[in-house]
C-alpha cells in the first residue's frame, strides 16, 4: 500500500485497547498456583539427572554405563547411542548438542543420562558412569578460533561462503552493501575507525530449565515443559526420537522468563529417551550451574567499524566487520548483527561483513534481538565519537542521516512506514536531554532497531453457551500476551474484557503455531485473534438474521449486539451476544471463529534510549542515574505491558553493558556458572527507567500493532557505553565495563 | 521480469552481479527461477532465506504474489529471541 | 539414607513430614508438601526467589534444612491471600503491571511484606535496598517498586 495510505483503524475509538485491565492470568501468578516447569509431577516418577563433560574439548573413547545401571533405584540410563540416526543437519545438531556424538565439544556438554527413583540415587548413579576421554586442546576466544592453527571442532563443515585457506572454525561468510566505501571515507571530513569486543552473556532468566516427560509402551508420550514453543518441541523431539508428531503432545507450563533462551531444546529430548527406556514419567530440571554451563548463551564477539562523516553531520561511509562465536555448532546471529548495525541511517555508501566461528563453548541460541545489540553497540560508538570530534549534537545527527519511510534500508528493502524520526524527535524534545550533569557525569544517546515477523499463527475462538468467550492460542505467554489477546477478542466482539478468557492450548488441540519470539506474539496472534472475533461475528450475524428472516447481508455487527441495518434498520431489536449463544443450539449448533495463517506484514521497531551515569573514578564503579526509553508500538495494546517490555530490555541491557559476561579459565571451563558471579542488575542498582511510547501505526496490523519486545535490548549497550565514555573521559571499547575495566581506561588515558 | 537485489556475499554465485532478473509471478517461482538459473544460491535458499517484497518480510508464503514492478529483496531467514 | 521425622507450623498449619537429613526446606517444601509457590533459581541463595518467613524472618529456604523447620513457623506465598481476600501487595502488583513471567514474584511478595512488617514507611531507596537479594529479569524492577511503595501507603491508610 502507498505510504501514505490511512491506516485502516486511524479514527478508531477503542474501547478496550488502550487501557490497562488486570491481566487474566495474574492471580495465580501472586497467589503461587501457577504452574511452572518444574512444579509438576506424576505418579510414580523418576528423578532424571545429565552427566556432563569437565573438558571443553575431548574425545569421547568409550562410555560404560554398567555399574550405574545396576545401582539400585537407577530405571534407565542413556547415551548418544540411544538415539537413532537424524539426517537434517539442524535437527543433528540438536541432538549433538543435547547429546554429545563423538566429541564433548564444551565444559558442560550432555554426555549420558539417568532416571533414579531418587535424586540421591541418581546422583550416585551419575558418578558410576565411566567415561574415557581423550583431552583435545580447546579454543574460546572468537579471534583466535579464527586463526588457521586453532583447535578445529568440525572438520569440512565450513560452507561455499568461506574462502579456501582460512580456519576450519569459520562456518560462513556474511557481507551486503552497497555504494562505494572508499569514495565515501574520502569525501569525509573525519574518519574514525574502532575495534570493539563484548562477552558472552546470558539470557539469566530465573527459572531453569525443566521438563516431565512420559510415554506409553504404545508410543504415545506426554510432555509438560517451560518453553517459548511448544509447537516447535514436538516438531523437534519427535524427529530427533523418530516419532510421528501426532503420537507427542507437549503442553507448555507457565514459563519463568525466555528471552529466546527457550527456544530450542536441551533436557526434552533426553527426557522422552529416559521415559522410553523406563518406563516411567521422567522429571529433570536444570540447576542454574548447569544453565550457565549448557544452555544458549549469547555470542561474545569482536567487530572492527569505520565511519566517515562530514562537518556538518552527514554520514558518507559506514563500514563494519563482525565476527561472532556461536558455540560448539554454527549458526551465530552475525548476519543480523550486520544487518541491524546499519538500520537506523540513509547511507548511500554501506558495506557490512560477518563471520559465524564455533569455538568451545555452549551452542549460543538467541536473547532478544540476536545479534543486534552488539553490532548496534559498536557502531553506535562511532557515531557518538564522531559527533564528539566534530562538536555536533547526537539527536541532531541522527535525524540528520535517520532512515524515514521509504528510505532504501542499508541492508537492503526499502522501509515502509516507520517511527525513527518521531522517537528521535520525542527524545530531543524531552527534558531528559536537556537536564544538567555533574561531575563524573556523562550522557549517552543510542538508537536500536529489530526486524520482527509474523509467522504460522492459529488461533480458535469458541462462544460459550452463556455468552463468555474462550479464545485459544497456541503461543506462551512470556510478557503478558494473553492480556492482550483477551483485549483485542474483546474489542472487536464489543463484550467487557471480563467475559473473554485465553488460554494457551496443548500441541493437540491447535495446527502449528511458530515459537514466541521475533516480537511476533502481540501482532501475528493479535492479527488471527482480530480475525477469529470477525469470523465468529459473520456467524452471529447469520444467526440474527436467520431469526429475524432476512438477509445476512442485511445485519450488522455493533457495540457486542446484532442490530438489523439497511431496509430493515429499526424492524427488530439488536440482539447481544449473550443472547445469541444462548439458542445457538437451536440455530445451527455451537458458534465459533478461527483464523489460522503464516502472517505477514510486520513492521519493524526503532528506538532511541537516554541514559546518565556516574563513574567513580577511583574504584571505576558506574552507577546508572537516569534512564528513558523512547519506542515505536505502533500501537500499545496494553500500554503497561508494553512499557514492561522497555524497562525490561533496556534493564538487561544495562547489565549486558556493565557487568555480565562469561568468564573462563585457561582450562576452557566456566569459572562463573551462579548468579553470585554473573552480576545481573538488581532493584538497589538501577533507577527507575522511564518511558514514552511512540505509535507510527504499522500498515500490516488491522490496530497497527507492531513487536517490541525485542528493539529494547539494542540500543542500551551503546547508550550506557557512551554515557559511561562521556562521564570518564576516555572511550571505553570492550564490554562489559566492570570496574576493573573502567578503573584501567581511566588510569591509562591519564598516562 | 522481475528483479531481485543479491546481498554481497551471495554475488559469488550471481557472477557478481547485485540485482538480476528472473520470471515470476510468486514467491516460490522466484525462489525455483533462481536456483535455475544461479545454481550457487542453492545451498543458501537451503540454509533458508526472507524474501521482502515491497518493504514487507516473508518467510515461506509460496504463493506470496511478485509483480513486474515489486522490490524484491533476498535476506538470510530471520529469527528471533 | 533414615529420614528425620519432622513437626512443624506452615502457613497456620500444623504440618508434619520426614525428609532426609541433606534435604533443603525448598525441596521439602516443593516435593512432599506440594506447596511449589517458593521457586528454585539457583539453589544457593542469590536469587530469593525461595524467599519464606520462619518465625518471622525473611529466609532463602534452599539455604535451610527441612529439618531446621522442627517446632517453629513457616509462612510461604500460599499463606499470604486471606482465602479469597488478596494482601494489598498482591492486588497492587497486578494493578501496576509489576510481574511478567511471574517466577520471581512469589519471593518478591514473601520479602516486601517483611519488609512493610519492620518499616511500613519506606524510602524507594530503602525498597530497593531490601529488595536487592530478589531478582527479577524480565520487569527491570521499576514497577515492583512503585507497586511496593503504593501498597505500604495503602496499608498505611495514607
Known amino acids: ?751 | ?81 | 539414607m533414615t529420614q528425620i521425622h519432622v513437626s512443624t507450623k506452615i502457613n497456620g498449619d500444623a504440618v508434619e513430614f520426614l525428609c532426609e537429613p541433606n534435604e533443603t526446606l525448598l525441596d521439602v517444601l516443593r516435593d512432599r508438601l506440594d506447596l511449589t509457590g517458593a521457586k528454585e533459581g539457583c539453589g544457593t541463595g542469590d536469587c530469593g526467589a525461595c524467599s519464606v518467613t520462619v518465625d518471622g524472618r525473611l529466609v532463602c529456604s534452599c539455604l535451610m534444612l527441612g529439618a531446621e523447620a522442627e517446632g517453629r513457623e513457616v509462612t510461604t506465598i500460599e499463606g499470604m491471600a486471606d482465602g479469597e481476600v488478596l494482601h494489598p501487595l498482591q492486588q497492587k502488583f497486578l494493578e501496576h503491571a509489576a510481574l511478567q513471567c511471574g517466577i520471581c514474584t512469589p519471593g518478591i511478595l514473601v520479602a516486601a511484606k517483611a519488609l512493610l512488617e519492620r518499616n511500613p514507611d519506606p524510602t524507594e531507596t530503602e525498597t530497593r535496598y531490601w529488595l536487592a537479594g530478589n531478582l527479577c529479569r524480565c520487569t527491570g524492577y521499576d514497577k515492583v517498586i512503585r507497586a511496593v511503595m503504593d501498597a505500604a501507603a495503602q496499608m498505611r491508610g495514607a
Not at chain 1, 144 to 172: F, K, W
Not at chain 1, 313 to 326: C, F, H, M, S
Open chain 2, 1 to 81: 521480469m522481475v528483479r531481485v537485489a543479491i546481498w554481497g556475499s551471495l554475488r559469488a554465485a550471481t557472477g557478481g552481479r547485485a540485482e538480476v532478473e528472473v520470471e515470476a509471478a510468486n514467491l516460490r517461482e522466484l525462489l525455483d527461477r533462481l536456483a535455475e538459473a544461479y545454481p550457487g544460491i542453492q545451498p543458501q535458499i537451503d540454509r533458508g532465506v526472507s524474501v521482502v517484497i515491497d518493504g514487507l518480510v516473508y518467510n515461506d508464503s509460496w504463493f506470496t504474489p511478485v509483480r513486474p514492478d515489486s522490490e524484491v529483496v533476498l535476506l538470510p531467514r530471520i529469527v528471533g529471541g
Open chain 1, 1 to 751: 500500500m502507498a505510504l501514505d495510505d490511512k491506516h485502516e483503524a486511524e479514527g478508531r475509538v477503542f474501547k478496550i485497547v488502550g487501557t490497562r485491565p488486570i491481566r487474566p492470568d495474574g492471580i495465580d501468578k501472586v497467589t503461587g498456583r501457577a504452574r511452572f516447569g518444574a512444579d509438576m509431577s506424576a505418579p510414580g516418577m523418576l528423578v532424571g539427572l545429565i552427566l556432563r563433560s569437565p573438558h571443553a574439548h575431548a574425545r569421547i573413547r568409550s562410555i560404560n554405563i554398567a555399574k550405574a545401571e545396576a545401582l539400585p533405584g537407577v530405571k534407565a540410563v542413556v547415551t548418544r547411542a540411544d538415539f537413532g540416526n537424524v539426517s537434517d543437519d539442524d535437527l543433528r545438531d540438536i541432538l549433538h548438542n543435547v547429546m554429545a556424538h563423538d566429541k564433548a565439544l564444551y565444559d558442560g556438554h550432555a554426555v549420558a543420562a539417568v532416571a533414579a527413583t531418587s535424586t540421591s540415587a541418581a546422583r550416585q548413579a551419575l558418578k558410576l558412569i565411566e567415561v574415557d576421554y581423550e583431552v583435545l586442546p580447546h579454543v574460546i576466544d572468537v579471534d583466535e578460533a579464527m586463526q588457521p592453527d586453532a583447535p578445529v571442532l568440525h572438520e569440512g563443515r565450513s560452507d561455499e561462503t568461506v574462502p579456501a585457506g582460512m580456519s576450519a572454525n569459520i562456518m560462513h561468510r556474511f557481507e551486503y552493501g552497497h555504494g562505494d566505501v572508499e569514495a565515501g571515507l574520502a569525501a569525509a571530513d573525519e574518519v574514525i575507525e574502532r575495534s570493539f569486543k563484548t562477552a558472552a552473556t546470558h539470557q539469566g532468566y530465573i527459572e531453569p530449565h525443566a521438563c516431565l516427560a512420559s510415554m506409553g509402551p504404545d508410543g504415545q508420550a506426554d510432555l509438560w515443559c517451560c518453553t517459548q514453543g511448544h509447537y516447535m518441541v514436538r516438531n523437534t523431539c519427535a524427529g530427533i526420537l523418530g516419532m510421528e508428531v501426532s503420537q507427542l503432545k507437549v503442553t507448555a507450563s507457565e514459563i519463568g522468563g525466555g528471552f529466546g533462551g527457550k527456544t530450542t531444546v536441551f533436557l526434552e529430548p533426553v527426557a522422552l529417551a529416559l521415559a522410553r527406556k523406563s518406563g516411567r514419567p521422567v522429571k529433570m530440571v536444570m540447576s542454574r550451574e548447569e544453565v550457565f554451563r549448557a544452555s544458549g548463551p549469547t555470542s561474545s564477539t569482536s567487530i572492527d567499524v569505520k565511519i566517515g562523516m562530514k562537518r556538518d553531520g552527514t554520514i558518507t561511509a559506514g563500514w563494519a566487520e563482525l565476527r561472532y562465536q556461536g558455540g560448539a555448532f554454527p549458526g551465530s546471529p552475525v548476519q543480523f548483527g550486520a544487518m541491524s548495525c546499519f538500520a537506523a541511517y540513509d547511507l548511500a555508501n554501506v558495506q557490512a561483513i560477518g563471520w559465524d566461528v564455533v569455538a568451545n563453548r555452549p551452542k549460543q541460541i538467541a536473547y532478544r534481538a540476536p545479534g543486534a545489540p552488539m553490532g548496534a553497540y559498536a557502531v553506535e560508538s562511532v557515531v557518538d565519537e564522531l559527533c564528539g570530534k566534530l562538536g555536533l549534537d547526537r539527536l541532531e545527527v541522527r535525524l540528520k542521516n535517520a532512515s524515514r519511510d521509504g528510505t532504501k534500508a542499508a541492508y537492503g528493502p526499502r522501509f515502509g512506514r516507520i517511527g525513527l524520526t518521531a522517537v528521535l524527535e520525542a527524545a530531543k524534545a524531552h527534558p531528559h536531554y536537556t537536564a544538567p550533569l555533574g561531575p563524573n557525569q556523562g550522557r549517552g544517546v543510542a538508537c536500536g532497531f529489530w526486524f520482527n515477523f509474523g509467522g504460522d499463527t492459529c488461533v480458535s475462538l469458541n462462544v460459550n453457551p452463556d455468552g463468555t468467550v474462550g479464545v485459544s492460542e497456541g503461543n506462551p505467554d512470556i510478557g503478558g500476551s494473553r492480556a492482550a489477546m483477551t483485549m483485542m477478542a474483546a474489542e472487536e466482539l464489543g463484550i467487557p474484557y471480563e467475559r473473554v478468557r485465553t488460554t494457551i492450548a496443548d500441541t493437540s488441540a491447535l495446527g502449528q503455531n511458530d515459537v514466541t519470539d521475533g516480537s511476533r506474539v502481540t501482532f501475528a496472534v493479535g492479527l488471527a485473534t482480530i480475525k477469529a472475533a470477525r469470523a465468529a461475528i459473520t456467524i452471529m450475524c447469520a444467526r440474527a438474521a436467520k431469526i429475524w428472516g432476512i438477509d445476512a447481508d442485511a445485519v450488522v455487527w455493533e457495540d457486542g449486539h446484532a442490530k438489523p441495518a439497511g431496509p430493515n434498520a429499526g424492524k427488530f431489536p439488536p440482539m447481544s451476544l449473550a443472547e445469541i449463544a444462548a439458542v445457538a443450539t437451536n440455530t445451527g449448533g455451537p458458534i465459533a471463529g478461527h483464523h489460522e495463517v503464516n502472517a505477514e506484514g510486520a513492521g519493524v521497531s526503532f528506538a532511541a534510549h537516554l541514559v546518565d551515569a556516574e563513574v567513580d573514578p577511583e574504584t571505576g564503579a558506574v552507577k546508572i542515574l537516569r534512564y528513558t526509553v523512547f519506542q515505536d508500538a505502533g500501537k500499545a495494546v496494553h500500554p503497561a505491558y508494553v512499557e514492561g517490555q522497555f524497562q525490561g530490555g533496556a534493564v538487561q541491557g544495562i547489565g549486558w553493558a556493565l557487568n555480565e559476561e562469561y568468564i573462563y579459565g585457561a582450562d576452557g571451563r566456566l569459572q562463573n556458572p551462579g548468579f553470585l558471579d554473573y552480576r545481573i542488575p538488581v532493584a538497589s542498582d538501577l533507577p527507575m527507567i522511564d518511558t514514552v511510547i511512540i505509535e507510527v501505526a504499522n500498515p500490516g496490523h488491522p490496530y497497527g500493532v507492531r513487536g517490541v519486545g525485542e528493539t529494547s535490548i539494542v540500543p542500551p549497550l551503546a547508550a550506557v557505553a557512551n554515557a559511561v565514555s562521556a562521564a570518564a573521559g576516555v572511550r571505553l571499547t570492550e564490554l562489559p565495563m566492570s570496574p576493573p575495566k573502567v578503573l584501567h581506561a581511566i588510569d591509562a588515558a591519564r598516562g
